[in-house]
């Protein structure tokens, strides 16, 4: 086993606190760091969480891809749920937005307030 431990994954935004307080209520997690510039949230139980940076010269990702040079995704979230209806429509109450390209029926692609792409998906029925 390493001895390393992955603790967080830190996205940047404009406002680490309002990004924070959009996956607190979008994933039910709570809050571990809260400091002017920083907010770690997490499982209530324990468990990697998500920390959260405010970057003043923060430019948002591009999804889908673009040319060369451009801006890119460079990374993003996947969200497992049971009811890809019920939970796009709850994301999107909680301040995402609906991307405009979508690649696949079992999956939505959705930008987070700073606009950050994210999925929400439901795993194939066995």
């Given at each position: 086993m390493s001895p390393t431990k992955l603790s967080a994954v830190v996205l940047d935004a404009p406002d680490a606190h309002r990004l924070a307080d959009f996956y607190m209520r979008l994933l039910g997690f709570?809050?571990?760091?809260?400091?002017?510039?920083?907010?770690?949230?997490?499982?209530?139980?324990?468990?990697?969480?998500?920390?959260?940076?405010?970057?003043?010269?923060?430019?948002p990702p591009i999804?889908?891809?673009?040319g060369p040079g451009e801006q890119q995704m460079m990374l993003h979230l996947d969200i497992e749920v049971d009811d890809l209806h019920t939970e796009t429509a709850r994301a999107l109450a909680e301040g995402a937005r609906l991307a405009d390209h979508q690649p696949q029926d079992d999956v939505r692609v959705l930008l987070d307030p700073a606009g950050h792409p994210f999925c929400l998906w439901v795993r194939a029925a066995q």
């Open positions: 709570v809050l571990r760091t809260d400091e002017p510039d920083w907010v770690t949230i997490g499982p209530p139980g324990g468990g990697t969480g998500l920390s959260f940076q405010t970057e003043p010269e923060y430019v999804w889908p891809t673009r």
